[in-house]
């Protein structure tokens, strides 16, 4: 049954790319239309179900991962943070260690976990329990236990014992993350629960293996997330690779950039946020400029 129901969903995303899509670059106005359209075929055809897929291209194909189709059938198809697998597909290399600040379901931190193999390590984070079985339920399909540390608690600027705000996401929408001090993630819009937080800094200094690169995504918060490293990222120097969602953040990061020492590119969709800041150390430019990481 659930082959019969991949087929479908696979014909029909496909007829959707390559007739609907292409309609709606000639005549924008008919959006609304097609969208309800597209609703109304989801919800009569395609209900919300629970399956373990291979993922089909980029950084983790063919690995298994637990999802939930068709809202989150873009994992399946390897297209989540293009920018983001590109990098880390160039730079990364066997014995690294990597940090995953924000790692959602896991669709970066496994395959990162196959590119550093059995002498390297991935720690993954996540405030929203949800997010926390699936990570671990996909690092035992893939036989990951010994590369991908799963860690539930919220990255901030500080560390309590009394865990922090966090609004939830929607079921298969979007992702949750850190509410408190006036700090909302971008699109979450769920309950608020509290979960364990902690800082970069503290996880280093309680035994943590400290990372060669930092990927960051967690929905607004990155500035917070970067407070609570500065320890980390004064001594240890990691290469950076962050979602960043607003203009105010962006100003404080650039800024930041510079007090710190270090080299950036960012990459900027046409819709400008959320955006793409890639940074390493100004010591190691002749090391890692950005036209040639892959030859690293």
């Known amino acids: 049954m659930n082959s019969v129901y991949l087929f479908a969903y696979r014909t029909y995303f496909?007829?959707?790319?390559?007739?609907?899509?292409?309609?709606?670059?000639?005549?924008?106005?008919?959006?609304?239309?097609?969208?309800?359209?597209?609703?109304?075929?989801?919800?009569?055809?395609?209900?919300?179900?629970?399956?373990?897929?291979?993922?089909?291209?980029?950084?983790?194909?063919?690995?298994?991962?637990?999802?939930?189709?068709?809202?989150?059938?873009?994992?399946?198809?390897?297209?989540?943070?293009?920018?983001?697998?590109?990098?880390?597909?160039?730079?990364?290399?066997?014995?690294?260690?990597?940090?995953?600040v924000g790692a959602h379901l896991g669709s970066?931190?496994?395959?990162?976990?196959?590119?550093?193999?059995?002498?390297?390590?991935?720690?993954?984070?996540?405030?929203?329990?949800?997010?926390?079985l699936r990570l671990r339920e996909n690092s035992v399909r893939n036989h990951l236990e010994r590369s991908l540390q799963v860690v539930h608690a919220a990255v901030w600027s500080h560390t309590t014992a009394q865990g922090i705000s966090f609004r939830r996401a929607r079921a298969g929408t979007s992702q949750g993350g850190v509410e408190a001090g006036g700090q909302r993630p971008v699109l979450a819009d769920g309950e608020i629960i509290q979960v364990p937080v902690i800082t970069l800094d503290d996880f280093v200094a309680a035994?943590?293996?400290?990372?060669?690169?930092?990927?960051?995504?967690?929905?607004?918060?990155?500035?917070?997330?970067?407070?609570?490293?500065?320890?980390?990222?004064?001594?240890?120097?990691?290469?950076?690779?962050?979602?960043?969602?607003?203009?105010?953040?962006?100003?404080?990061?650039?800024?930041?950039?510079?007090?710190?020492?270090?080299?950036?590119?960012?990459?900027?969709p046409k819709e400008n946020f959320p955006r793409c800041l890639i940074a390493w150390p100004i010591e190691r430019d002749t090391r890692f400029p950005p036209a040639a990481q892959a030859g690293r």
């Open 108 to 132: 970066i931190a496994l395959g990162v976990a196959r590119l550093v193999g059995a002498n390297g390590g991935v720690v993954a984070f996540d405030g929203e329990p949800a997010n926390i």
């Open 207 to 268: 035994g943590g293996p400290p990372p060669h690169f930092i990927k960051i995504d967690v929905e607004g918060g990155e500035c917070e997330v970067l407070r609570g490293a500065t320890s980390l990222l004064r001594t240890k120097r990691p290469f950076l690779i962050v979602e960043v969602h607003n203009q105010q953040a962006d100003e404080q990061i650039r800024s930041w950039l510079e007090d710190f020492r270090y080299s950036a590119e960012w990459k900027i």
């Open 14 to 100: 496909t007829l959707k790319k390559s007739v609907v899509d292409r309609s709606l670059r000639r005549w924008p106005a008919a959006q609304r239309g097609f969208d309800a359209a597209k609703g109304f075929i989801k919800r009569r055809f395609f209900p919300s179900r629970q399956l373990w897929l291979q993922v089909q291209s980029g950084l983790a194909q063919g690995m298994w991962i637990h999802l939930r189709i068709p809202e989150e059938a873009g994992f399946w198809r390897g297209e989540h943070e293009p920018e983001v697998q590109a990098t880390l597909s160039a730079i990364v290399r066997p014995g690294d260690v990597v940090y995953d």
